[in-house]
């Protein structure tokens, strides 16, 4: 693992599935939102990993629109982590140039936490480093069916005709409509499938699955993946060029 990661391929946009944070804190006794806590931990460190490695944008589904269906108590201290860990991490991330957004139907979340997003988003808008994107109240079907609403208005009301409709216009109606597709998908803690993440922007992303829980993720673990990727031909569709 000597080699400098920079001179090789980087991809520009890596998301990251992270999941096993309730495993790990089972596996050490510990309720379930202690996991989350450590879940944060590692966010801190894999993110001044990725700057360090040259990424552009790292996405993190941070909450799925699935995930209101956990026991009350974890989901209100997921979004308590989330609002604290705004407080706390806002001068570290202004200081080194990120810029947080926030993915996801925000209607469904909380005053509270809709003021933490508009404070994160407004107090860290100048960052050119890295774009760090939490999806929360995230999901792609949800995503996609929202979309498909705002173009059948848009049918409706005779500002767009339907065969005009292409890839293209259904990209620049999605919550990531701001970003470049991901290059990299990561995910942690086992499992092998996407969990209605990104599904629409996953069409050419690499994938990536590591059995470390969330938790555990850290610098190394970061450059094995993008080692992975590096090594990786992506095609699109396409035939090798000669
Ligand atoms: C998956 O682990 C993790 C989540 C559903 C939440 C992700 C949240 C964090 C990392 C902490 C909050 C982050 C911020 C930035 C506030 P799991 O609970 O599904 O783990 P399991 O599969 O082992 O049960």
């Not at 990251?16 to 806590?37: K, S």
């Not at 929360?136 to 498909?148: F, P």
């Not at 942690?188 to 994938?207: C, D, H, K, P």
Request: glycine fraction near 6%; hydrophobic fraction near 40%.
């Amino acid at each position: 693992m000597a080699e400098n990661i920079k001179d090789k391929k980087t991809p520009c946009h890596v998301a990251i599935i992270m999941d096993g944070n309730g495993r790990w804190a089972q596996q050490r006794g510990l309720e379930r939102p202690e996991g989350h806590i450590a879940g944060v931990e590692a966010v801190r460190r894999v993110l001044k990993a990725a700057v360090a490695e040259g990424v552009k944008y790292l996405t993190l589904y941070t909450f799925s629109t699935e995930n209101w269906g956990r026991p009350k108590e974890e989901v209100d201290a997921i979004m308590e982590l989330f609002c604290k860990s705004v407080v706390a991490e806002t001068p570290e991330l202004k200081a080194q140039g990120v810029r947080a957004r926030i993915m996801g139907d925000r209607s469904a979340l909380s005053e509270k936490v809709n003021h933490y997003i508009d404070r994160i988003e407004n107090e860290t808008a100048e960052g050119e480093r890295i774009t760090l994107i939490f999806a929360m109240n995230y999901s792609s079907r949800h995503e996609l069916t929202e979309t498909m609403k705002v173009l059948a208005q848009k049918v409706a009301e005779g500002s767009l005709r339907a065969e005009e409709i292409d890839a293209a216009t259904i990209s620049a109606n999605l919550y990531s409509c701001d970003y470049p597709d991901p290059d990299l998908i990561i995910r942690t803690g086992g499992e092998y499938r996407l969990s209605n993440f990104l599904m629409w922007q996953a069409a050419y992303s690499e994938l990536f699955f590591t059995p470390t829980l969330w938790p555990d993720f850290d610098h190394d673990s970061l450059k094995e993946a993008l080692e992975a990727y590096s090594g990786r031909n992506r095609r699109f569709g396409l035939v090798e060029a000669k």
